[in-house]
Protein backbone atom coordinates (compact mmCIF):
# COMPACT_ATOMS: atom_id res chain seq x y z
CA UNK A 1 0.00 0.00 0.00
CA UNK A 2 1.06 3.23 -1.40
CA UNK A 3 0.10 6.57 0.97
CA UNK A 4 0.16 9.37 -1.05
CA UNK A 5 -0.90 11.81 1.33
CA UNK A 6 0.58 12.88 4.53
CA UNK A 7 -1.30 13.97 7.09
CA UNK A 8 -0.02 16.80 8.75
CA UNK A 9 -2.68 16.89 11.36
CA UNK A 10 -2.80 13.51 13.56
CA UNK A 11 -6.18 14.88 14.47
CA UNK A 12 -7.98 12.13 12.55
CA UNK A 13 -6.11 9.33 13.40
CA UNK A 14 -7.08 6.93 15.90
CA UNK A 15 -5.89 7.46 19.32
CA UNK A 16 -6.12 4.21 21.20
CA UNK A 17 -6.66 0.27 20.64
CA UNK A 18 -10.25 -0.91 21.93
CA UNK A 19 -10.20 -4.41 22.22
CA UNK A 20 -8.89 -7.89 20.45
CA UNK A 21 -11.57 -10.02 19.54
CA UNK A 22 -11.09 -14.03 19.80
CA UNK A 23 -13.83 -16.02 18.66
CA UNK A 24 -14.41 -18.84 21.10
CA UNK A 25 -15.99 -22.50 21.13
CA UNK A 26 -16.91 -23.07 24.82
CA UNK A 27 -18.04 -19.51 26.56
CA UNK A 28 -17.44 -20.29 29.97
CA UNK A 29 -14.46 -21.93 29.65
CA UNK A 30 -12.66 -19.15 28.08
CA UNK A 31 -13.81 -16.31 30.68
CA UNK A 32 -12.98 -19.04 33.80
CA UNK A 33 -9.32 -18.89 32.09
CA UNK A 34 -9.02 -15.09 31.65
CA UNK A 35 -10.25 -14.86 35.42
CA UNK A 36 -8.89 -17.36 37.22
CA UNK A 37 -5.25 -17.69 35.11
CA UNK A 38 -4.69 -13.99 34.30
CA UNK A 39 -6.74 -12.27 36.70
CA UNK A 40 -9.16 -9.90 34.69
CA UNK A 41 -12.44 -9.16 35.38
CA UNK A 42 -15.30 -9.27 33.61
CA UNK A 43 -16.27 -5.60 32.36
CA UNK A 44 -19.45 -6.30 30.65
CA UNK A 45 -21.32 -9.59 28.72
CA UNK A 46 -23.96 -8.66 25.70
CA UNK A 47 -26.20 -11.03 24.41
CA UNK A 48 -27.30 -10.91 21.06
CA UNK A 49 -30.49 -13.16 20.51
CA UNK A 50 -31.15 -12.28 16.94
CA UNK A 51 -27.47 -12.70 15.86
CA UNK A 52 -27.29 -15.86 18.13
CA UNK A 53 -23.75 -14.05 19.69
CA UNK A 54 -22.80 -13.39 23.24
CA UNK A 55 -19.60 -10.89 23.72
CA UNK A 56 -17.83 -10.67 26.88
CA UNK A 57 -15.27 -7.85 27.67
CA UNK A 58 -12.51 -8.54 30.20
CA UNK A 59 -9.68 -6.76 31.18
CA UNK A 60 -7.11 -5.27 33.55
CA UNK A 61 -9.42 -2.29 33.87
CA UNK A 62 -12.02 0.17 33.05
CA UNK A 63 -12.71 -0.04 28.84
CA UNK A 64 -12.73 3.85 28.89
CA UNK A 65 -9.19 4.19 29.27
CA UNK A 66 -7.50 0.58 28.93
CA UNK A 67 -7.64 -1.97 25.89
CA UNK A 68 -9.75 -4.82 26.73
CA UNK A 69 -10.55 -8.53 25.40
CA UNK A 70 -13.64 -9.23 23.42
CA UNK A 71 -14.29 -13.10 24.09
CA UNK A 72 -16.80 -13.96 20.68
CA UNK A 73 -19.19 -16.68 21.13
CA UNK A 74 -21.57 -17.64 18.36
CA UNK A 75 -24.19 -19.96 19.93
CA UNK A 76 -24.01 -21.84 16.48
CA UNK A 77 -20.72 -22.73 16.12
CA UNK A 78 -18.68 -25.36 17.72
CA UNK A 79 -15.35 -25.43 15.63
CA UNK A 80 -12.80 -22.48 14.47
CA UNK A 81 -9.73 -22.31 12.56
CA UNK A 82 -6.44 -19.82 13.42
CA UNK A 83 -5.27 -18.13 10.85
CA UNK A 84 -1.80 -18.25 9.85
CA UNK A 85 -1.79 -14.58 10.27
CA UNK A 86 -2.62 -14.52 13.67
CA UNK A 87 0.27 -13.56 16.11
CA UNK A 88 -0.59 -13.85 19.77
CA UNK A 89 -1.42 -11.30 22.81
CA UNK A 90 1.13 -9.84 25.17
CA UNK A 91 0.66 -9.76 28.62
CA UNK A 92 3.19 -7.52 31.28
CA UNK A 93 3.80 -9.45 34.36
CA UNK A 94 5.97 -8.73 37.15
CA UNK A 95 7.90 -12.19 37.30
CA UNK A 96 7.53 -14.18 34.13
CA UNK A 97 9.59 -16.96 35.79
CA UNK A 98 6.86 -17.24 38.88
CA UNK A 99 3.89 -16.56 36.66
CA UNK A 100 5.33 -19.24 33.96
CA UNK A 101 5.32 -21.72 37.31
CA UNK A 102 1.77 -20.68 38.90
CA UNK A 103 -0.07 -20.91 35.31
CA UNK A 104 1.84 -24.28 35.06
CA UNK A 105 0.59 -26.11 38.38
CA UNK A 106 -2.96 -24.87 37.67
CA UNK A 107 -3.14 -26.69 34.76
CA UNK A 108 -2.40 -23.81 32.08
CA UNK A 109 -0.60 -24.99 28.77
CA UNK A 110 2.95 -23.41 28.35
CA UNK A 111 4.63 -23.52 25.36
CA UNK A 112 7.92 -21.76 25.83
CA UNK A 113 9.81 -21.79 29.38
CA UNK A 114 10.32 -18.43 30.63
CA UNK A 115 13.80 -17.07 29.66
CA UNK A 116 15.57 -14.85 27.27
CA UNK A 117 14.92 -14.08 23.95
CA UNK A 118 18.66 -14.33 22.91
CA UNK A 119 17.40 -13.13 19.08
CA UNK A 120 16.12 -10.31 20.38
CA UNK A 121 18.43 -7.81 21.90
CA UNK A 122 17.94 -4.46 22.00
CA UNK A 123 20.33 -1.30 21.89
CA UNK A 124 21.18 -1.25 25.70
CA UNK A 125 21.98 -4.67 25.24
CA UNK A 126 18.77 -5.62 27.48
CA UNK A 127 17.40 -9.24 26.29
CA UNK A 128 13.67 -9.25 26.55
CA UNK A 129 12.53 -12.39 29.25
CA UNK A 130 9.65 -13.79 27.83
CA UNK A 131 7.15 -17.07 27.97
CA UNK A 132 4.45 -18.51 25.76
CA UNK A 133 0.92 -19.83 27.02
CA UNK A 134 -2.13 -20.71 25.54
CA UNK A 135 -5.98 -20.13 26.26
CA UNK A 136 -8.72 -22.95 26.09
CA UNK A 137 -9.18 -21.87 22.22
CA UNK A 138 -5.83 -22.45 21.43
CA UNK A 139 -4.67 -18.58 21.30
CA UNK A 140 -0.93 -17.76 22.01
CA UNK A 141 -0.15 -15.39 24.94
CA UNK A 142 3.24 -14.28 25.41
CA UNK A 143 4.11 -13.09 28.87
CA UNK A 144 6.64 -10.43 28.97
CA UNK A 145 8.55 -9.56 32.55
CA UNK A 146 8.12 -6.27 32.92
CA UNK A 147 11.45 -3.98 32.94
CA UNK A 148 12.22 -2.89 36.31
Known amino acids: MT ?6 TRSNFPTR ?3 TMFRVAN ?4 VAFYQEALGM ?3 RRENFTEGRFTLVFMGYGEEASEAVIELTYNWDKEHYQHGTRYGHVALEVKDV ?9 AGVT ?3 DPGPMSYAVDETGHKEIIAFIEDPDGYKIELIQASV
Open 3 to 8: IKHKTK
Open 17 to 19: ILY
Open 27 to 30: LENS
Open 41 to 43: TEL
Open 97 to 105: YATSQQLKA
Open 110 to 112: VLR
